[in-house]
């Protein structure tokens, strides 16, 4: 007997094999947190649920799972207790703890720490109204890049084709050897300009075809500047209520926004232990106004709803972010750690756990892992306006190029009308009168032309 314990203490001490052979399963506890840990009927999923399945799986051990029986990481008391997954682990309740652990040196003198699977720091999460400041250009936020292109491109087309139909329709232009047409190519720009701002300028198109192409943009134009005021307004109605906080210095010299972390966590420590004055002031500022939050979700939810700021770890910051569009990082973080495995103090697991931690790194696992559960684009809020896409005023591009087409087509049915009346009465052929009408219209030195020459004549007499 005595043989056999000696056995198998040295082989605890040199192979986790051995130590799984002498108990059936290992104790496995964690929190929920998304997307670490997340119940799925019976069981459970998420990031941590896969890393323990490919541990187990290099280094062949069974598990069983629970939750941590007071819902909490692990905190040390007065008299030294810690409570959460740590406490479990560090009484032998449980054999691991696997979650979001943040790496501490006061952690690691409770328990056995692993090396970390995912890196992480301290951030700020806000509502960009908050963290975002004024710029420039902010007028032209209501629409996107690709909507002004088009804007642009609408704007350009429609005064070439009021010029155009200006010159081809008889209605408008009835004498191009000796009128000037006052539909030119910059009156064109600047009546399409007047039309875009609501202010219109004179003179008018006479011929149906151009008054046709007026109405189709003057209809475009009314939408598009309804659209343009109405998501202005949603961008900006708030911006003057608010601080602008960038960092951890904007948020230690302000008192206007509330801000707090996760009540017992390694973030709160942090700012405990910190010797600089601006954190300093900010774990004071927070002790004072009792303004913790007592989950992850709370702090999303409190910082939604705009005034609040929550501090808490840039990793899962991201993950707040990528699923809620109306809610931003701050750009500085601070304090960089990493999420570890917990197990009991001198537990010879943790350097197995460690070198296969180690090993799905370098295989790329740990990166498929974050991609997997992490959200790659945000999940939009209805109630939330943003930049109009060229998608959502597809209609009214669509209402203006029916349209010019429309007008262009009535500029050069009138044309072909007037040509076919004309040939009848001068006993030409149709196509003859057709390319005269055409070369007098389409050339540019007709009227300049027949102005010197009328001065001339004037001259002479």
Known sequence: MLFGSIVCTVGLLLDLGTCTAA??????????????????????????????SELAKKLGFKYKVHLVKDGLYGRQDE???????????????????????????????????????????????????????????????????????????????????????????PCEWRQPQSEENSFTLLHSLWYTAGAL?????????????????????????????????????????SESTHLRVKGFEDLANQD????????????????????????????????????????????????????????????????????HCELVRAHEVIGMRGYSIAATLGSPIIKNLSVAILQLSEAGELAYLRSKWWASSCMADTAKTSAAQPHSLKGMFLVLALGLGLGILLAIIELTSKSRSSAGEQRKSYCTVLSDELSQRLRTSNVNTAQEAAEKDKERA
């Not at 996760?262 to 405990?272: C, I």
């Open 23 to 52: 108990r059936s399963e290992l104790k496995i506890t964690t929190i929920k947190q998304d997307p670490y840990t997340m119940s799925k009927g019976s069981q459970m999923e998420g990031y941590c649920m896969d890393l323990l």
């Open 79 to 169: 008299n030294g207790n810690w409570n959460g997954m740590i406490g479990e682990v560090a009484r032998g309740e449980a054999d691991l703890a696997i979650a979001p652990l943040t790496l501490t040196a006061a952690r690691e003198k409770a328990v056995g720490m692993s090396k970390p699977f995912m890196q992480t720091g301290i951030s700020i999460l806000l509502r960009k109204d908050i963290s975002e400041g004024s710029g420039f250009f902010d007028f032209l936020a209501p629409f996107s890049a690709e909507t002004w292109v088009g804007i642009l491109v609408a704007y350009l087309g429609t005064a070439a084709c009021l010029f155009i139909v200006a010159r081809l329709s």
């Open 197 to 237: 701002t609501l202010q219109g300028a004179g003179p008018h198109p006479k011929a149906v075809s151009g008054r046709v192409i007026c109405c189709s943009f003057w209809l475009f134009a009314l939408v598009l500047l309804a659209c343009y005021f109405s998501n202005l307004s949603s961008s900006k109605g």
């Open 256 to 323: 206007m926004i509330e801000y707090g972390c996760l009540a017992g966590s390694s973030t709160l420590a942090f700012f405990k232990n910190s010797n600089n004055p601006a954190y300093r002031r900010i774990y004071e500022h927070m002790e004072r106004t009792k303004s913790f939050v007592s989950s992850m979700d709370e702090g999303v939810r409190r910082a939604k709803e705009g005034n609040f700021a929550f501090i808490g770890e840039s990793v899962s910051l991201d993950l707040a972010v990528a699923r």
